[in-house]
């Protein structure tokens, strides 16, 4: 078979994410559930823009609550043409992963054809478990499509800027053109990438295509703004808009402390990605004095993850179960593999292993075994993390998400985690952390809540109870009555294993005290039911 690296990877990435599924379904009492409460978000929107025509997380109003602006829209239509259901964000990621895998292929052979197929097989599943891919299907968000897209704008960007005789209307350039604002609207942070390459073609002097592409990519920020702010939004979606880091200069200390500290304190703190970026820039700093010029293909790759790895570190975040730096993991996991493929053999040809420099670069070697123990040791603990981490959510969200749609509909609840009780509850949702409204989002991005203008939301929305990790909202619980908690077991993936209930009114305790006995029965056994 002529293709069968491709073949295998694909049946590999494919088997592997029904078997996931299945212990997912079986640990849930039947029910399949994602790894994060934050893809209900996208699902709640969805299915409230597919039912009611409304852009919100509740159905009663228009709220920026999408990081993602253009995967919402995807469900969204799904929804439309399908009708509403759990399954949809899952194959969307299944088919567009698959996709993924077939793009790798096509770059690593059109590098070298001649690759010896063992080493392409290697390189595709190196790849995949090292994203990691598989956790990023179940998170059920736009990961995939993101990481699918900077694949494909980078490999076309390099081989655009790599060529000495420069056609804007050639079909690399036309196709790089066409993508750039799907790179842009499926995650924010491609902004980075896009503003780095921008910043490359200015320096080839190609200054037309570099306005172009950047206008491209500022259209949808443009739009998307547009329609936020006639509907009482801001500019940026609120969820942005609150997890970004917005420098606020004042001093010198301020700006050593924002590019300086800050950005080695989250470079340490992850691991994964600083030895990765040192790997890039040792790569690309060796393959220099060996007569790699700076345009050259895979230099230009090397390059750009270098740069927007550094510009993710100072604007955005990492962790949250792997996904915000797994497009970084990937970008830079593609370029490192490309370089070293210089050095494999082709196919008749035998590797030779240099015993004796290895051990002449010892630290090299130690340095790479580094590497590759953290890369796989985050693939391993991310893919065995799946079916427990879906299990928090069942146990905790879901769970919640239930008890307001048996009790509370079309009644008002405050809350912290927004997403599955949205998608399964019809409630009047106040977000304490910002992310259904922008009133709230400039109180949490300030530091502190206004009591006024919250009690005005709080009644605007008749607020019955509320659902919340206490930890985070001490300044403001004191003023509502302490009523219950629910605490789960084996918890790697909600911020809290205890969630606590609340009523704005005393005289409404009794009756949540009630409902939580009630429903009691129905919670899975392994949560913990208290009552104050």
Same mark, same amino acid.
């Given at each position: 078979?002529?293709?069968? *690296? =491709? ?125 990691? =891919?598989? *956790? ?44 750039? *604002? ?51 939004? +801001? ?16 001093? =010198? ?82 370029? =490192? ?64 998400? +239930? ?78 009555? *302490? ?32 409902? +939580? ?16």
């Amino acid at each position: 078979m002529k293709h069968w *690296p =491709l073949t295998l990877a694909v049946t590999v990435f494919l088997l592997v994410s029904c078997l996931v599924y299945t212990a997912v379904v079986i640990i849930n009492d039947g029910h399949f559930i994602y790894v994060l409460d934050d893809p209900y978000i996208h699902m709640a929107m969805a299915k409230n823009f597919a039912e009611y025509g409304v852009w919100g997380v509740t159905k009663y109003e228009f709220s920026s609550s999408s990081s993602s602006p253009l995967w919402t829209s995807l469900i969204s239509a799904v929804y439309i043409s399908f009708g509403v259901n759990d399954i949809s964000p899952l194959l969307l990621n299944i088919i567009i992963g698959s996709l993924v895998i077939f793009l790798l292929y096509r770059i690593i052979t059109s590098y070298q054809p001649e690759l010896k197929d063992s080493y392409v097989l290697l390189m595709l599943l190196a790849i995949i478990f090292i994203t990691p =891919l598989i *956790p990023m299907v179940f998170c059920g968000m736009e990961h995939t499509a993101h990481i699918f897209v900077c694949f494909l704008f980078i490999w076309l960007a390099a081989r655009s800027l790599s060529e000495k005789e420069f056609n804007t209307v050639s079909f690399n350039s036309i196709v790089l053109l066409a993508v750039v *604002p799907f790179v842009v609207f499926l995650r924010y942070e491609g902004m980075f990438l896009v503003f780095i390459v921008t910043l490359l073609f200015l320096f080839k002097k190609r200054i037309g295509f570099s306005f172009l592409l950047g206008i491209l990519a500022v259209i949808p920020f443009l739009i998307y703004g547009a329609v936020s702010v006639v509907n009482g939004e +801001l500019w940026l979606p609120n969820s942005v808009y609150v997890k970004g880091s917005i420098p606020y200069f004042k001093s =010198l200390d301020d700006i050593l402390a924002f590019f300086v500290y800050s950005n080695f304190k989250k470079l340490i703190g992850t691991p994964s990605i600083s030895l990765l970026l040192i790997a890039a820039i040792f790569m690309f700093t060796a393959r220099y004095r060996k007569g790699k010029g700076l345009w050259e293909n895979v230099q230009i790759m090397l390059l750009i993850f270098i740069s927007m790895t550094v510009l993710h570190a100072l604007f955005a975040r990492f962790g949250f179960f792997f996904r915000y730096e797994a497009y970084l993991i990937a970008v830079g996991s593609l370029a =490192l593999v490309l370089a070293m493929i210089e050095y494999l053999p082709r196919n008749g040809e035998k590797i030779i292993i240099n015993i004796a420099l290895l051990r002449k670069n010892k630290t090299i070697s130690a340095f790479c075994l580094l590497l590759v123990l953290s890369l796989a040791g985050r693939g391993i603990i991310a893919l065995g993390k799946i079916p427990i981490a879906t299990k928090n959510i069942y146990e905790q969200q879901y769970q919640m998400g +239930l008890f307001l749609k048996k009790y509370y509909q079309g009644q008002g609840v405050m809350a912290n985690d927004i997403g599955v009780i949205n998608y399964l509850a019809d409630i009047k949702c106040v977000d304490l952390m910002g992310l259904g409204k922008s009133e709230i989002a400039l109180m949490v991005k300030s530091g502190k809540y206004n009591k006024y203008e919250l009690d005005k939301f709080l009644s605007a929305r008749d607020v019955k109870i509320g659902i919340l990790y206490s930890e985070w909202f001490k300044t403001i619980i004191y003023q509502w009555v *302490p009523v219950g908690s629910w605490k789960i077991k084996n918890n790697v993936n909600c911020y809290s294993d205890t969630v606590s209930f609340y009523t704005t009114k005393a005289s409404d305790k009794n009756e949540l005290v009630a409902k +939580l006995k009630k429903f009691k029965t129905a919670l899975p056994l392994l949560v913990e039911q208290k009552i104050y």
